[in-house]
């Protein structure tokens, strides 16, 4: 059984550019979740994705936008960058009738210059 | 809105010992689920410890277990035996009952050192 895996761990992007972050759930599960944790603070919940169409939304922007795959991988992707932005980005899978426990894979390190 | 508070930015343990590691929440709903993930500086979130909140029963792995009071919205994680490799951020979470559709809420998190 493969654990959730995430590309790139890192990557550098200067303000105004666009982001594609990737994911591939754990063996068996069909529904991934995308969290931003920035520097010294708990993860926030980004977007949900089910049966490949987004099934909650966390108080971001709609330059946060994301893709499921009928493998049930998905992207984050983020348009016109902001200092902000820089975070570490999570990617979680889960059944979506299951004990409610979320796993994670290691994290997508965004630096926006 | 769900929220979750750890109110303890910082603790230490010496090896060998036992820390508890505090948390409260804030919600309206009757059934829920609680847990306790930890973040080593690898950063990946991996799973310490389930609470139902229908069970009564505190949950316990190994040398971790949780005092779970509903009345008082409290769920706090006791770590025994304290290792060196218990030392991490530890981040308390809500999720609602509707688990297919409810995010995770996280606390701020508390950083553990384990002094030898």
């Known amino acids: 059984e493969t654990g959730v895996t995430q590309s790139p761990t890192h990557l550098i992007k200067t303000r105004g550019q666009q982001v594609t972050l990737r994911c591939s759930s754990q063996s068996g599960h069909n529904t991934v979740s995308w969290y931003q944790q920035a520097l010294g603070q708990g993860p926030q919940f980004i977007f949900q994705y089910y049966r490949e169409e987004e099934n909650g939304r966390g108080n971001f922007p709609p330059r946060f936008s994301g893709l499921q795959f009928p493998n049930y991988s998905s992207e984050l992707n983020v348009n016109a960058l902001e200092l902000d932005d820089s975070a570490l980005y999570l990617c979680?899978?889960?059944?979506?009738?299951?004990?409610?426990?979320?796993?994670f894979g290691e994290g997508s390190r965004l630096t926006v210059l | 809105a769900q929220t979750v508070t750890q109110s303890q930015p910082e603790m230490s343990v010496q090896e060998a010992e036992t820390v508890t590691l505090s948390c409260t929440y804030d919600t309206s709903e009757s059934d829920y689920y609680l847990f306790w993930y930890k973040q080593p500086p690898s950063r990946q979130m991996i799973l310490v410890i389930r609470q139902e909140a229908y069970k009564q029963q505190n949950a316990t792995e190994n040398r971790f277990s949780v005092n779970f009071q509903k009345a008082a919205k409290s769920f706090s994680l006791k770590i025994s035996d304290s290792q060196l490799g218990d030392a991490a951020m530890y981040f308390c979470a809500y999720r609602g009952s509707n688990s297919g559709n409810t995010p995770l809420v996280f606390g701020k998190g508390t950083r553990l050192s384990v002094i030898a």
């Open positions: 979680a899978s889960s059944l979506i009738m299951g004990p409610g426990e979320l796993f």
